[in-house]
């Protein structure tokens, strides 16, 4: 084909480069034009606010400077160049302190046609993809725990209250100094029954009763229960969108969920309470939609409801196991705080995430909102 007809055949496409350009910076996702020796030949506007830089600057650097040393995208991009052909990666991790951390994506990438050195990369965030998914492990755990509460319930917790009794009974004819040691089996008795009541809850499989519950209302008890007890001394600020819609829910059980994370933030918080802040914001975000399994049906989850605190944050090693029964920070935790927060957050039909640097942790719960034809069917 001639030089002409090439050109007459681009302009009947009816697009020209700069009409291109502007289709690729209207693209929600980072897109990459990597080039030999991996330089940065483009980037759209997607890519700048992903790495936090401008196009300009991304167009200086090589790809081996923008993502840390070892990167599995690095070794993508020499296979498709290898091999020629498109490769794609799931569930990669990008997140550098430059450009922030938790950057997990999905890359899709392969060598443009006209210009086989030239290598494109598109990147997908992947962040309400994992969070549905550990929503699942954590209810998966927290069934596992329902199961295991019944087994201490019949194995355990019914020896114990005979033992319980056995040492109420010694204990009249002890000295004062024996009579410490029956006391010391009652103390740790209730210990342990206590324990096992509160790995019950997680067996609890009954529906929520639901009704129109305004969330700033659950967490205005919060804060109030807050303040007069065990975070006096620290700053709880308050940033709501007043226009929220209520949230179909059980109150008592939302208290609860929220109540054990401004607590978990409280105490995270720790020896520096007088420095202390504490966040508590919601806001409507109406694009999380998630699709439902075994039907076509997509529920929405635009009500966010945040908890931040600028504590010493969440260990590495502990973030993705966070909502795991028997996974605690504390020294005298059992474990089971935040596990039933994701349990009460899950039977609810919304989900939570916790995102966590050296300099605070937040976390991040998205709720459905009450359905107007519900609302109005329940009021009749």
């Known amino acids: 084909m001639s030089t002409a007809l090439a050109n007459t055949a681009k302009k009947k496409r009816g ?10 910076n209207a693209l929600p996702h980072p897109i990459l034009l990597i080039g030999p020796d991996h330089r ?35 070794a993508l991009v020499d296979q498709v160049r290898r091999t020629g052909s498109t490769v794609n990666e799931y569930g990669v991790d990008l997140g550098t302190p430059r450009i922030g951390g938790d950057k997990v994506v999905d890359i899709f990438s392969g060598p443009l046609p006209e210009k086989p050195e030239t290598i494109l990369l598109m990147l997908q965030m992947r962040t309400m993809a994992q969070m549905i998914e550990r929503q699942l492990t954590h209810r998966a755990a927290a069934r596992s725990v329902s199961g295991l509460a019944a087994v201490l319930a019949h194995e355990i917790k019914n020896p114990l209250s005979g033992i319980r009794g056995a040492a109420q009974l010694l204990e009249t004819n002890l000295s004062d100094e024996d009579r410490s ?5 009652c103390t740790e008795t209730d210990r342990i029954c206590k324990l096992v009541d509160r790995m019950e809850v997680f067996g609890d499989e009954r ?39 209520p949230v179909p829910g059980n109150r008592d059980q939302l208290i609860q969920a929220f109540l054990n994370l401004v607590k978990n933030a409280a105490e995270a ?51 993705e196991h966070l909502f795991e029964p028997f996974v605690t920070t504390k020294r005298n935790g059992t474990g089971l705080g935040l596990a039933l927060v994701a349990k009460i957050i899950g039977d609810h039909g919304g989900v939570i995430e916790c995102e966590s640097r050296p300099s605070g942790t937040i976390f991040r719960t998205l709720m459905p909102m009450q359905d ?9």
């Open 372 to 380: 107007r034809v519900s609302a109005e069917l329940e009021q009749e």
């Open 269 to 319: 918080i720790g020896d520096k309470p007088n420095e202390g802040k504490l966040v508590l914001s919601t806001a409507f975000r109406p694009g999380v939609r998630l699709s439902v399994p075994g039907s076509q049906a997509r529920v929405s989850l635009p009500l966010e409801i945040t908890v931040e605190d600028n504590g010493s944050g969440v260990p590495d090693d502990l973030r």
């Open 181 to 185: 040691l029956t006391q010391l089996i």
């Open 40 to 74: 940065i030949s483009y980037a759209n506007a997607a890519s700048e606010a992903f790495f936090h830089a401008s196009a300009t600057i991304l167009r200086r650097m090589t790809l081996d400077e923008l993502i840390a040393f070892g990167s599995p995208l690095l």
């Open 207 to 245: 529906p929520v009763s639901r009704e129109p519950v305004n969330i700033h209302d659950v967490l205005d008890h919060v804060k109030r229960i807050a303040e007069n007890g065990f975070a006096k001394r620290i700053n709880i600020v308050e940033d709501y969108d007043p226009s929220l819609p």
């Open 15 to 24: 697009f020209n480069e700069a009409e291109y350009e502007t289709l690729l």
